[in-house]
């Protein structure tokens, strides 16, 4: 395996100082990952670390001040159709109707496409996010559940080989949440696309992701570790907190983000030179390495909600 | 609107309607009574067209009452296309003319001044460099161009035509740069990242983006227009509703000039309703 799918490296974004003779501000620096094709792979991490900066790169939206990003041995240089975004706001058209909005990706996808080729393909996809009778409707007649969909619904029409999704889920509420994450993982699953998706919810991070990226905060951030999640797929959000291992990686996760992501960044002093982050698995760490709030493994029964570090997402947006 | 058909805004409609036909009444109701011509008194026989017109034996002038301008707005529109001259044509063909002036001047004024929005509102630069430009000639009253456009046209129907374009240009102009330049930075990363060219991003993302702050300008245009085209007319002469009033003016005939100020407001009006008309169309909910 010569090539990774995607390779990042060495990215950093520096912002001019306030004045001249000001250094300038780091948001983050010698950032490196590799995305394998088929991955599902979520970063978290503290506001201003860069997560959103480093999804904008690879979107093409924005520019990183150094380093290199190469899909497929090609470099990433501006937009394109192999690569679909979900923003956090939906970013739908609000002058068009659901169907309209899916058909405007799929159109520009597939130029040559009939119009009833267009319609068929679009209309597929609204089914498989539950949204075939309201495709006649307004953005502003949805819910805002309703229009993430319509907005999963458009990038994944388009089939593009890499799916990046800033916080889809991050302005609703926990229920809808968890109804449009098994619908993410159902399309998902059938289409197996590459995808890289910003999180603040940890739970959502182990419910989807291969791997997860935890970024230390920011300024000068980096991607202190890969956690890989070794759950066994097709999870769905019942079954999976029952999985003997679920605590132990939500709970390193959390201590990562609560405990370590602030100290990391001042006790390490990065040499030189590219550098991916160390993969960890959470599992194999074992309770004799330093588990800082690890609880015993024990059966999931009763009494979850002592052996959980308090953590909720807001925290970390706030922190 | 969805609350319109509850009881309660029903009734407020109602409301609204007698109280608006009361206000009717009685605003024609004191006009009436204070400027009805007294009737003749005693043998002083008939009185001369200059008495009649200073309101016979009083000392003041009165203005028409409404009914002689009711009476007059029936005859004048019951045939409103006759011509008996120059000086004698039907308000249909006088609206007729100032309607033709405006719409064309306001066409042209449109077809540039949209797609110059579009250009100045997409580039910093060309909106410096033109702005400066754009605030000196904005200001200047529509006829003050009159004279040069007599000059260079010298022709007073393109005259009065270049004169709607100027006052035109302007709203549609500084809208459509507005409405261009504030599209959501969202909508056009939309348009990015499904490698839209950009004539395509200006057709189907920025235009629909853009159409009813456009629209909202096209619409304070046409109404400027239709000001402006009443006092360009005056000074050009010859035909137009404009011209009508000044030449009723001239006759003395203050019933016509009254009836030809309210057909101004009704047609400014329509003119009005039909862009807002439009604008339904174009106007989205965020």
Known sequence: ?319 | MDRTTTEWNFSLNVRASVLAVVLLVLGLGIWEGLNHVPLLTGGAGELSEYEQLMAGANETAKVPPPSEVLVRAWEELSNPFYDAGPNDKGIGIQLGYSLYRVLTGYLLAAAIAIPLGFLIGMSPLMYKALNPYIQVLRPISPLAWMPLALFIIQDSEASAIFVIFICSIWPMLLNTAFGVAGVREDWVNVARTHELSSLKTAFKVILPAAAPTILTGMRISIGIAWLVIVAAEMLVGGTGIGYYVWNEWNNLDLTSVIFSILMIGVVGMLLDMSLAYVTRFVTYAE
């Open chain 1, 1 to 319: 395996m010569s090539h990774a799918f995607v390779e990042v490296q060495q990215a950093a974004k520096r912002f001019p100082g306030a004045t001249k003779t000001a250094p300038p501000l780091t948001v983050f620096e010698n950032v490196s990952f590799q995305l394998q094709k088929g991955e599902f792979v979520c970063i978290i991490g503290h506001s201003g670390c860069g997560k959103s900066t480093i999804m904008n790169a690879l979107a093409g939206l924005d520019q990183f001040s150094d380093g290199s990003m190469v899909m497929e041995g090609k470099e990433i240089n501006g937009p394109g159709l192999e690569r679909g975004v979900v923003f956090q706001n939906y970013s739908l058209l609000p002058w068009l109707t659901t169907l309209e909005n899916v058909r405007f990706g799929v159109r520009a996808r597939w130029k040559n496409w009939s119009e009833r080729e267009v319609t068929e393909h679009s209309m597929k996809y609204l089914e498989l996010v539950g949204l075939k009778e309201v495709v006649d409707r307004k953005p502003s007649q949805l819910s805002g559940g309703m229009r993430q969909r319509v907005s999963i619904a458009r990038a994944f029409a388009t089939k593009p080989k890499l799916l990046l999704l800033d916080e889809p889920f991050g302005a609703l509420d926990a229920l809808t949440r968890g109804v449009i994450q098994d619908e993410l993982v159902k399309i998902w699953t059938q289409d197996q696309q590459t995808v890289f998706m910003i999180t603040h919810d940890v739970d959502e991070a182990i419910l989807l992701a291969d791997r997860i990226f935890l970024m230390t905060n920011g300024p000068e951030a980096r991607i202190a570790e890969a956690v890989e999640i070794d759950l066994p797929r097709p999870r769905n959000r019942a079954e999976i907190i029952k999985h003997p291992h679920f605590y132990t990686i939500r709970n390193y996760l959390v201590d990562f983000l609560v405990n370590r992501s602030g100290d990391l960044r001042v006790q390490e002093n990065e040499p030189q030179g590219m550098r991916y982050p160390p993969s960890i698995n959470p599992v194999n760490l074992d309770a004799a390495v330093d588990a800082p709030t690890h609880p015993p493994e024990a059966t999931p029964a009763a009494g979850h909600e002592e052996k959980l570090v308090k953590f909720t997402p807001k925290e970390i947006r706030h922190g």
